[in-house]
């Protein structure tokens, strides 16, 4: 008997859920927001009433209470790291828009870190831009990183005079001078910070954001020589950070002990030179478990939010202390632990496909031998020969393809040939599964017979680090989790992509190829994608045209009921075609002249020509994914 807590098993959901996703007894996925019991949101539900409001899938699911949870778990994390090991100095956050710019996204995180003093970390003029539009508490830091031209710099410098907090990080040595120039001519005094290139590294995927070859950072004597300049502009006082960033998603604990340690000796140095760093700054780096392994794999990572904290706080304690030194507040920029996992995509399944056919083949009688034996072969196959049977029936289907390529089959016994020999392969694999034989001839057989789901979304446009650099995300099913599933499939999405799939998984051990997912009735089959707030929502891109999708909101109340905060409309068809420049005037216009020279010429009547143009303007208005 299937239970419940088989698919949860199967999927790892509570493994990578982080306290907030599981499925529900009724087999339905459910988050819970806040972490509490009290207030659930049973996802199937959701994705019934979008369907009877007519919003079209797919949809991307936000839940802002996630980033008001992950806000006070890592600032927990942190003082709790503070009291037990008695560091003297607080913890300040700061959240990377780089990891997330959407104006929801940031609105939220304002809004709930404003009790912590959280603020807002930028690398670009763009960014720094939206970032002044937020209210930030009077203590938050507006912190400015990346390459910086003189126009930045002087945006950065002139916020100051608003009354913000804002610390200018030198990231390049040459930056150095012209922000003091700069500086003196706006008659503005910022906080200045230096960026450390360290010899500790990251590990995963962005371990090269660290090192001794880092895009960022000034080397020992890059950082004595950018003193010795500010020390001539008579700023010294103003020198008040360190800032080093060793990479995302660092997979293991040691490396950013580590790292820390290396930074805390330079910290030291630098305040034994009667310098007064106030402000210590990690950077981000804080892995998410993609996979809930919580190992050092790519898609993990080996320590919790508070192991984290435990290690930065003692570290650094341990180096001032065994310096001398006073303890530096400290900063972090974590972007992904915060916001992975408010965002998911609810994809709606179109259908599946794969080689084999259900029908079932007769035989006339003179059929070439080769069918006979195939069809022999099916019939026969049993629990206790099928290992056998199956190899028989490999070496039948190469006999096969070798006769037709000679011309000795006609195409309607090859035709029959490939029937009998995928239904072949299903029953052998039924009798693998049976057996619980692990053995890699059908592991490679599951694979083979594995079915593609056709998602209605697009890899690039909602996914694109799956597609770029390979990362994990986990996916479930919405639904029928209560029903063990009885198929394997991947995950195509809808551009003419080949490599628009999903063909790797989460998983313990190591990653899957194929999923378990359940056969396809004839009602709708919807699948999550989960974790996406992180980075996906600006990496995104329009191959093939397709658009942002459709956006809700969902927020649960103190009695535990759910709401739709929020609905953001996904681009139109019209949207995408003016990202690549067409004018949508002009493009009406030459196919209402098309139209019109072919009522002229009497080849089109005038109905026929009312029904072309509104079907095009239709069209041209409505959303770029399959209308399913
Ligand atoms: C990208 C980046 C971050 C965010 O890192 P996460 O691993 O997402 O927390 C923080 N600081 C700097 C300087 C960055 O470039």
Excluded at 8 to 26: A, M, P, V
Excluded at 46 to 75: A, C, G, H, Y
Excluded at 98 to 112: G, L, M
Excluded at 367 to 389: A, Q, S, T, V
Aim: with cysteine.
């Amino acid at each position: 008997m299937w239970k419940i807590e088989d698919a949860i098993d199967l999927y790892s959901i509570e493994r990578w859920g982080n306290g907030y996703f599981t499925f529900n007894k009724n087999g339905n996925l459910i988050v819970k927001p806040t972490r509490k019991d009290s207030q659930i949101i049973d996802l199937k539900s959701v994705v019934d009433q979008l369907v009877t409001k007519k919003i079209k899938f797919p949809v991307v699911f936000r839940f802002p209470q996630i980033l008001e949870t992950q806000i006070k778990s890592l600032n927990d994390a942190f003082s709790n790291a503070i009291s037990e090991f008695k560091y003297n100095k607080i913890y300040q956050g700061l959240f990377p828009m780089k990891v997330n710019q959407r104006k929801e996204v940031i609105d939220e995180i304002v809004k709930s870190g404003k009790k912590f003093n959280m603020g807002l970390e930028v690398g670009t003029k763009g960014e720094l831009l939206a970032a002044l539009y937020f209210d930030l508490s009077p203590d938050a830091l507006l912190l400015c990183n990346g390459f910086k031209d003189d126009e930045y710099l002087k945006l950065a410098l002139n916020a100051i005079k608003l009354k913000n907090k804002v610390v200018i990080v030198i990231d390049e040595f040459s930056e150095t001078k012209r922000l003091l120039e700069l500086s003196k001519q706006l008659n503005v005094k910022p906080l200045i910070g230096i960026r450390a290139k360290l010899y500790s590294k990251g590990s995963g995927k962005w371990a090269e954001s660290g090192g001794e070859s880092a895009k960022f950072g000034l080397t020992t004597t890059e950082m004595l020589e950018c003193i010795k300049v500010i020390a001539e502009y008579d700023m010294i006082p103003q020198l008040q950070m360190l800032h080093f960033h060793i990479g995302s998603q660092i997979t293991e604990v040691r490396r950013i002990q580590k790292a820390v340690k290396e930074a805390a000796r330079v910290y030291a140095k630098i305040r034994n030179k009667h310098i007064n760093i106030k402000y210590f700054n990690i950077g981000g780096g804080l892995g998410v478990d993609y996979d809930g392994s919580k190992t050092s794999s790519d898609a993990s990572a080996n320590y919790t939010m508070q192991e984290y904290a435990n290690n930065v706080v003692y570290s650094l304690k341990e180096v001032c202390d065994e310096e001398n030194v006073d303890h530096p507040i400290i900063i972090s920029e974590s972007g992904r632990a915060i916001s992975a996992y408010h965002s998911a995509l609810f994809i709606n399944v179109k259908g599946n496909k794969n080689a084999n056919i259900s029908r079932k083949v007769e035989l006339s009688g003179h059929e070439p031998n080769i069918i006979r034996e195939l069809y022999d072969g099916l019939n026969e196959i049993n629990i206790k020969n099928y290992i056998e049977y199956y190899h028989d029936a490999l070496e039948h289907r190469e006999e096969l393809l070798a006769l037709f390529n000679l011309g000795e089959i006609e195409i309607d016994d090859k035709s029959k040939g490939e029937i009998l020999f995928w239904q072949t392969c299903e029953k052998a694999a039924s009798f693998a599964r049976e057996t619980q034989n692990k053995s890699e001839d059908f592991d490679d057989l599951n694979k083979l017979l594995s079915k593609k789901y056709i998602g209605n979304f697009s890899i690039f446009q909602s996914i694109p680090d799956f597609w770029a650099i390979k990362q994990l995300f986990p996916v479930v099913p919405v639904s029928r989790a209560n029903e063990k599933p009885t198929a394997y499939g991947t995950i195509v999405d809808i551009t003419c992509d080949s490599d628009g799939e999903i063909d790797r998984f989460v998983d313990l051990k190591d990653v899957k190829e194929i999923l378990e997912l359940h056969e396809l009735n004839n009602g709708s089959y919807y699948l999550a994608v989960l974790l996406l707030g992180a980075y996906q929502d600006t990496i995104g891109d329009y191959h093939n045209l397709f658009g942002t999708a459709n956006e809700v909101h969902i927020i649960v109340d103190d009695k535990g009921d759910w709401h739709l905060k929020q609905l953001v409309k996904g681009d139109r068809n019209c949207d995408v075609l003016r990202v690549v420049k067409y004018d949508i005037e002009a493009l009406f216009e030459s196919f209402e002249a098309e139209i019109k020279h072919e009522i002229n010429e009497n080849r089109l009547s005038n109905e026929e020509a009312v029904d072309i143009l509104k079907n095009y303007k239709d069209v041209m208005n409505r959303y770029t994914y399959l209308d399913i």
